[in-house]
């Protein structure tokens, strides 16, 4: 059998695993049952970490417990900008690790988001291992088009924590056009509206004999169903009593309360007209008497509508922006790709029909499409069939810093990927003997207004007169986005030490120190799913006998060559279940209790 190769949507809100089975892509389930893995990580006061629902449910009683959207500072540096963006969106206080990366502090304890990426990566890993019953090592991670390289190092790095060998990373637009096939036979252009829990993004690929181009992005990173939900959430405590009021507004758990009933009521508006809302014990839970009140209401599709207008418009705002860079009349795109939970809302879709002038294609789950996406690519490497090429381009424009606070750019905005750019550059000053030459990354010609990636450091510099020691600078960003720089002395040929100093990575070693921990923590995990699974397949091969004697009385019965055939298949299995069992075959045993699985559930015809 050959390795499995996954496809993971590692996302803000969700993250999901995939794989292609029988010729499809697939989600893989949870150990617990679940299609989505909520991106959240947890701390019991024992140390023991949480992943997914379990840390959801762990938030609800000690919220300074968990983290959660903390996609948002992976690979990021902590500026105080950044800690000031933050605060608007989590609760959750951010510190300065020791290289300038961002952490986390959650149960007094304080991680690296890195590690926290790490967590749900090995989470999602250890669901594919118990589904194939076998080791999973190498995958497929999606990331948003506009990750630059920090980010896109940091998504590997993680991956690299949580054992995982990143084979490609693939851009989240990408991944859900090769969900929706347009891989096969498609060509022109596809517009990606993306709304998850907290994120916007739009992108419009150029889709060419299987090559996509993302010809341009944008987004609104502060805008998500999170956001509608506190529009409903601000409805709500408009109808709070009076004297109760103040309290409600400034106490967590009454706000929690409603945000879930807010979010329950968004969901449900999605299937009907009105949405009835109901919610108890609104009050200050931190008071010595405890007095509460409650709010029943309903809310109508076409009020929340009205509520939701200013987001609405934000959405639309967006994607002008994007049709006007990629210089395109919105009713000129071909196809429009819905990304995201909330782009079921039916808000949402009208809104997005009505400026494309068409109806957007709904027939891959929106939640789903990007692990989906990302599993078809795996399942290309894998069999290197090549007809998925995945051309990008770059998100945004790379230079060099030169004289006089300004940047000389090599790799513009939009440059088609994998590219290498070169020049030539002089050190400022006579006689040195050092040169250090700043990477930047933005569309500012100003060093100040774009974000600085990192230094190559060239030493050992020929000692000459200003202006007669020629550097060379070689870019070379690859098919994903990432970027090796190198430096050149052209008149001693030295091409010196090459380093990209403000990655705002993890220090040495301590990369290697969370990786053996995670595998530790791994292999226990492994054994107790290992000993859950041979459980389950007991109980499975169980079921099995029962089904194999209705299928044997039913041929008896009425007997027929597919009756025959059916009771044939069932007993096939059990058969070759058994056998794998006492083999101790875990990778036969989950294969078995899949196909099993399908037969029991009515998902399949036992006449294989
Ligand atoms: P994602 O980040 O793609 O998982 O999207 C999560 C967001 O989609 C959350 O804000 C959810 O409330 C929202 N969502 C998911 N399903 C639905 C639905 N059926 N109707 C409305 N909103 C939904």
Known sequence: MQEPVIGIDLGTTNSVVATVEDGRPRLIPSRSGGRLTPSVVGLTRAGDRLVGQPAQALGEEHPDAVVWATKRFLGRRYTPELVQQAKAVVPYPLVAGPTGDVRVKLSGRVLPATQVSAFILGELRLDAQAHFGRDVRKCVITVPANFDDNQRQATREAAAIAG??????????????????????????ALVFDLGGGTFDVSILDVKAGV????????DHALGGEDFDQRIVQWLLAQVEDPFQEAVSK????????????EAAKRELTESEEALISVSGLGDHTAGVKRFTEINTALTRSFFETLSEPLSRRCLDVCKSVMAEARMDPRSVDVVLLVGGMTRVPLVRRLVADFFGRAPSTDVHPDEAVALGAAVQADELVRQAGQALLLDVASQSLGVGVMGGRVKRLIPKN???PVVARDIFFPGTSGQSEARIPVYQGESEFQD?????GEVVLKNLHVANRGETPLEVVFELSGEGILAVKATDLTSGNMELVRLEARAGLPQGEAEKLGQEQSNYAQA????????????????????????????????????PEAESAVGTVQQLLVGGKDALAAGDAAQCALIARQLTKLLSGRAEPRG
């Open 164 to 189: 995982l060998e990143v084979v490609r990373l693939v851009n989240e637009p990408t991944a859900a056009a090769l969900a929706y096939g347009l891989s096969r036979g498609f060509e022109g252009s």
């Open 212 to 219: 996509f181009e993302v010809k341009a992005t944008g987004g």
């Open 525 to 560: 995990q492994g054994v107790v799913d290992a000993r859950k699974a041979e459980e389950t397949f007991r109980k499975l091969l169980e079921r099995g006998e029962k089904l194999a004697r209705l299928l044997q009385q039913s041929a008896r019965e009425n007997p027929s």
């Open 415 to 417: 440059t088609g990927v």
């Open 251 to 262: 106490d967590a758990q009454s706000l929690r309360r409603l945000k879930v009933a807010a």
């Open 449 to 453: 207004e774009n974000h600085k990636l």
